[in-house]
Each structure stands twice: as structure tokens, then as C-alpha cells.
């Protein structure tokens, strides 16, 4: 396969924390690959169970690259400055865990702040694009009649 690209389904979180210690948080996800942002999902307001039920693509995936979700509270800057956080925890999929065979379920987030057990669901499919493009239509012949 020269040319992989990974469905990401980022579907929801459960228990997270607050990103300044005192507040719901307002969760978004972030992906990254070799330290490189893919995408990121749009932020839920005040929630700890957030549901983003979004889809991503990733295109040019190589085989056995590891994907790091990051979940982070949306603040604004003042607040971030003054009191830090923002960070809710990450979870780091190996590529084993979902090259070629995908992958389905919950990842337990790690580094989160006050050690909260909290969880992300997602899944994730492998698309080959070369298969995925469409097949080229064979033109009529023209006429060369007057």
C-alpha cells in the first residue's frame, strides 16, 4: 500500500477534569502525528462528558506511526496565563493498536491533572486510497461521421 488514509471518528469523553481547577471544562481533541497537528475537534461548552461525534481524515498515513490525542480546555488567553492548565490528558495509540485491523473502544487518558481516571472514545478505519478512487469511465467513441 504506497498511498493509507486513517478514518478517525472522535466520538466522546467521560469524566474529565477542569483545565483551571475550578470550572467545567470546555474539551476539544487534538491529533498529532510525529508531533504534528492533523486536526482538531470543535470545543463542548462546560461539560465533563463532552461528545464531539466527529470525523477526521488523515491522508498518507505510514504504517506503524503512533497517533497522540491530546484533550485540552478552550480558554481564553487571560485566564490560561493567570491560573495554566488547559491540559486534560492524552492518550498515545501505537500503530500496532489499530494498523491494519482498525480500532474500536476507549483509551484511558494519562498525565491528567489530579490523576481522575477519564476516558476517550474513538475508533478508527483504514481506508487504502488508492482502492477508494474512482474508476476511470471509458469516453464513447466519437464519430467521425459528418
Same mark, same amino acid.
Given at each position: 500500500m504506497?498511498?493509507?488514509?486513517?478514518?478517525?471518528?472522535v466520538?466522546?469523553?467521560?469524566? $474529565?477534569?477542569?483545565?483551571?481547577?475550578?470550572?467545567?471544562?470546555d474539551?476539544?481533541?487534538?491529533? $498529532? *502525528?510525529?508531533?504534528?497537528?492533523?486536526?482538531?475537534?470543535?470545543?463542548?461548552?462546560?461539560?465533563?462528558d463532552?461528545v464531539w461525534?466527529?470525523?477526521?481524515?488523515?491522508?498518507d498515513?505510514?504504517? /506503524?506511526?503512533a497517533? $497522540?490525542?491530546?484533550?485540552?480546555d478552550?480558554?481564553?488567553?487571560?485566564?490560561?496565563?493567570?491560573? /495554566?492548565?488547559g491540559?486534560? /490528558?492524552?492518550?498515545?495509540?501505537? =500503530?500496532?493498536?489499530f494498523?491494519?485491523? =482498525?480500532?474500536?473502544?476507549?483509551?484511558?487518558?494519562?498525565?491528567?491533572?489530579?490523576?481522575?481516571?477519564?476516558?476517550? *472514545?474513538?475508533?478508527?478505519?483504514?481506508?487504502?486510497?488508492?482502492?477508494?478512487?474512482p474508476? #476511470?469511465? *471509458?469516453?464513447?467513441?466519437?464519430?467521425?461521421l #459528418?
Amino acid at each position: 500500500m504506497s498511498r493509507v488514509s486513517l478514518k478517525v471518528h472522535v466520538q466522546s469523553g467521560s469524566d $474529565l477534569g477542569s483545565g483551571d481547577g475550578y470550572s467545567l471544562s470546555d474539551p476539544f481533541v487534538v491529533c $498529532l *502525528r510525529n508531533s504534528n497537528p492533523e486536526f482538531q475537534t470543535k470545543a463542548c461548552l462546560q461539560t465533563a462528558d463532552p461528545v464531539w461525534d466527529e470525523e477526521h481524515v488523515i491522508r498518507d498515513y505510514t504504517p /506503524g506511526q503512533a497517533l $497522540l490525542f491530546q484533550v485540552m480546555d478552550e480558554d481564553n488567553a487571560v485566564k490560561e496565563a493567570l491560573l /495554566g492548565g488547559g491540559f486534560l /490528558g492524552e492518550a498515545l495509540l501505537d =500503530g500496532r493498536e489499530f494498523f491494519p485491523h =482498525g480500532f474500536d473502544g476507549e483509551v484511558r487518558l494519562e498525565n491528567v491533572p489530579g490523576g481522575i481516571p477519564a476516558v476517550l *472514545r474513538l475508533s478508527i478505519s483504514v481506508d487504502d486510497d488508492e482502492a477508494s478512487l474512482p474508476i #476511470p469511465q *471509458r469516453l464513447p467513441p466519437t464519430s467521425t461521421l #459528418p
